[in-house]
């Protein structure tokens, strides 16, 4: 899988789950201090964004944002055996719940994938350690390492880019151990490699599922983040309007609604528009075909085939896309 790296979503989640984890921090200087170092980290990713800007650079170093991530895992290993002082065995809780979210970014990205062997099993091995000395936190170390071996290759995950998913349990499923957010990141990083046809088969394959009964919808938007289901459906309109698959976007929205389309998701598209939504990648225009002979036939013969390409064929993607699945 390519990819593009960019600081700017690893660390917009990071600095978020930090201020959530370090509401507290005025209780204790250990927590003080921590909270300031970690501030520290990120302003170190947000200089680098800054001159790569100004260099004119189109991607930042995916190695230095694995390396605040780290650090930032050493730190809390290095306070887990201090069993003297209540608050940094408390910091060590707050660290690994700093990094939990953030981490998917690194481990779904191409980068990591393309990523040295040693490097790899480095942070492998430093999580392995982790597990067992932090055992109130193996559940969400295990669940960074679950990323970090298999970030792409799981069943679950290939039949949803490729559009093979079977049975809805199996979407149910995903979506119940990754949540709701987990699997909007990994449709936005279908989206980021520009691998726009993949996307829309994976948010298609959710949003069906999600809207397949309201019980089922109503359960997910209580306990996933405020507007992420909006957020996935948006994602569906948008990409099923680019790559024109008509029929199926109008089957989506019988189900929504149509009150609901106009009342609400049309309102969202236009902040999006207008730059009041964070924006979603949109897909890259194809390119024009070369110029036709010069002769006059062949370029009436080329005007009449380019009207036709002009025509909307109206087409679902029935699998008439011929794309190749995703090994």
């Given amino acids: 899988m390519a990819?593009?790296?960019?600081?700017?979503?690893?660390?917009?989640?990071?600095?978020?789950?930090?201020?959530?984890?370090?509401?507290?921090?005025?209780?204790?200087?250990?927590?003080?201090?921590?909270?300031?170092?970690?501030?520290?980290?990120?302003?170190?990713?947000?200089?680098?964004?800054?001159?790569?800007?100004?260099?004119?650079?189109?991607?930042?170093?995916?190695?230095?944002?694995?390396?605040?991530?780290?650090?930032?895992?050493?730190?809390?290993?290095?306070?887990?055996?201090?069993?003297?002082?209540?608050?940094?065995?408390?910091?060590?809780?707050?660290l690994i719940d700093c990094v939990l979210k953030p981490s998917r970014n690194i481990f779904l990205a191409g980068e990591w994938i393309m990523l040295d062997q040693q490097r790899k099993e480095d942070l492998m091995n430093l999580m392995n350690d982790m597990k067992d000395q932090i055992p109130l936190k193996k559940r969400e170390i295990l669940s960074m390492q679950g990323y970090a071996e298999n970030p792409w290759s799981t069943p679950a995950v290939k039949n949803l880019i490729n559009g093979k998913t079977e049975k809805e349990e199996e979407v149910l499923g995903l979506l119940?151990?990754?949540?709701?957010?987990?699997?909007?990141?990994?449709?936005?990083?279908?989206?980021?490699?520009?691998?726009?046809?993949?996307?829309?088969?994976?948010?298609?394959?959710?949003?069906?599922?999600?809207?397949?009964?309201d019980m089922i919808l109503q359960s997910y938007v209580s306990t996933s983040a405020p507007s992420i289901v909006d957020r996935l459906i948006d994602i569906f309109i948008i990409l099923s309007v680019k790559l024109n698959k008509t029929l199926r976007l109008l089957k989506v929205l019988k189900q929504i609604g149509f009150e609901d389309i106009n009342k609400i998701y049309i309102r969202r598209i236009t902040a999006y528009i207008t730059g009041q939504l964070p924006s979603i990648p949109k897909p890259e225009p194809k390119p024009k075909p070369p110029p036709a002979p010069s002769t006059s036939d062949a370029n009436k013969a080329a005007e009449k085939e380019e009207k036709k390409k002009k025509l909307p064929t109206g087409d679902d993607d029935e699998e008439s896309d011929n794309d190749d699945d995703i090994e």
Wanted: charged share 30%; aromatic share 6%; glycine share 2%.
């Fill in 3 to 94: 990819s593009l790296w960019r600081h700017v979503y690893f660390k917009q989640v990071l600095l978020k789950e930090i201020e959530e984890a370090f509401t507290d921090k005025e209780a204790d200087e250990v927590l003080v201090n921590a909270h300031s170092d970690l501030l520290a980290l990120v302003k170190r990713l947000t200089n680098e964004e800054e001159t790569n800007r100004q260099e004119g650079k189109e991607c930042d170093n995916f190695l230095n944002a694995l390396d605040v991530l780290i650090l930032i895992l050493k730190f809390a290993q290095s306070n887990c055996n201090q069993i003297d002082n209540k608050f940094k065995l408390k910091l060590t809780d707050k």
């Fill in 176 to 213: 119940s151990s990754e949540g709701v957010e987990g699997v909007v990141l990994r449709i936005e990083m279908l989206l980021e490699s520009s691998m726009y046809r993949e996307a829309l088969k994976a948010v298609s394959t959710v949003v069906m599922s999600l809207i397949s009964e």
